[in-house]
C-alpha cells in the first residue's frame, strides 16, 4: 500500500559558516527529490557569501572562501531560487536537523527581504528517531552516520561528505523509519510535521531534567 513516502519529499541540507542560525550563512544546499523510495530530481546550490568562512567550517564541507567567492552564485539569488523551489514543490521537507535547517535557512531569506519558507510541513528523522528508538547507547550515537548505520543502510565513504549527500542519506533514513515504524506513515504529513515540534519539545525538557540529575563534575 502506497504512503505519503512513496508519494515523495524533499530532503534538504546546508552547510554553513558555523552554528548560529541568526547570524551565520549558508554556503551549500542541496534538495534531493524522493519518489517512491528512490531519488528522483536533485538540485544544488553554491553560495557567494558575504562573510568570511572559517578554516573549521571549511575542513566540515570542503568549501573555501577562494571557492565561494570564484564559483558561488550571487546569495540573494541563490537564496531566493532556494525558498521557491521547496514552496513550490508541495511537497513535505525533511532534513536531518529541522532545528537548524529550517532557521537558518529563514535567517538567510529575511537577511535579503525574502521573507521565511512558507510550508509549514517539515519533518525531522533525526526526533523521529528518538521518540521511536529511545535508549540508543553509545557518545554521539544520534548523528547522522551513525543514525544511519543503524537503519542498515550501507553506504560508502564518499556518501558522508556535503550537502547533497547529506540529503541523500537523510532521505534513506526516513524512507527506513517508515518501514521499521509504519505508525509515521499513518499520520497525514502535516500531522506528523506537528508531532515533531512537540517530540521536540518534550525530548528537549527531558535532557534538560536529566543534565539536572547529573552531580556537579569536580574541578
Not at 68 to 89: C, F, K, M, T, V
Not at 114 to 131: A, F, M, N, Y
Not at 165 to 188: M, W
Request: hydrophobic fraction near 35%; charge should be negative; aromatic fraction near 8%.
Amino acid at each position: 500500500m502506497s504512503t505519503w513516502i512513496d508519494e515523495g519529499f524533499i530532503a534538504f541540507d546546508t552547510e554553513t559558516t558555523g552554528v548560529n542560525t541568526d547570524e551565520d550563512r549558508i554556503v551549500t544546499a542541496a534538495a534531493v527529490t524522493f519518489r517512491n523510495g528512490e531519488p528522483h530530481e536533485t538540485r544544488s546550490w553554491l553560495i557567494k557569501v558575504d562573510v568570511d568562512i572559517p578554516e573549521r567550517a571549511s575542513e566540515v564541507h570542503g568549501i573555501t572562501n577562494e571557492i565561494s567567492q570564484s564559483q558561488g552564485q550571487d546569495q540573494a539569488e541563490a537564496l531566493a531560487e532556494i525558498g521557491d523551489y521547496l514552496d513550490s514543490s508541495g511537497l513535505p521537507i525533511v532534513c536531518f536537523n529541522t532545528g537548524f535547517d529550517i532557521p537558518i535557512l529563514n535567517s538567510n531569506l529575511q537577511r535579503h527581504g525574502l521573507g521565511e519558507l512558507k510550508t509549514s510541513v517539515t519533518i525531522c528523522p533525526h526526533v523521529i528517531d528518538r521518540q521511536f528508538d529511545k535508549y540508543v547507547k553509545g557518545k554521539n550515537q544520534r548523528r547522522l552516520k551513525p543514525t544511519a548505520e543503524r537503519y542498515g543502510l550501507e553506504l560508502s565513504e564518499d556518501d558522508w561528505h556535503g550537502a547533497e549527500a547529506d540529503s541523500l542519506v537523510t532521505g534513506r533514513i526516513l524512507i527506513a523509519q517508515g518501514i521499521r515504524f509504519p505508525k509515521i506513515t499513518e499520520l497525514t504529513p502535516q500531522e506528523l510535521a506537528d508531532k515533531v515540534v512537540e517530540w521536540r519539545d518534550q525530548q528537549d525538557a527531558e535532557f534538560k531534567e536529566w543534565l539536572a540529575r547529573q552531580p556537579p563534575r569536580q574541578q
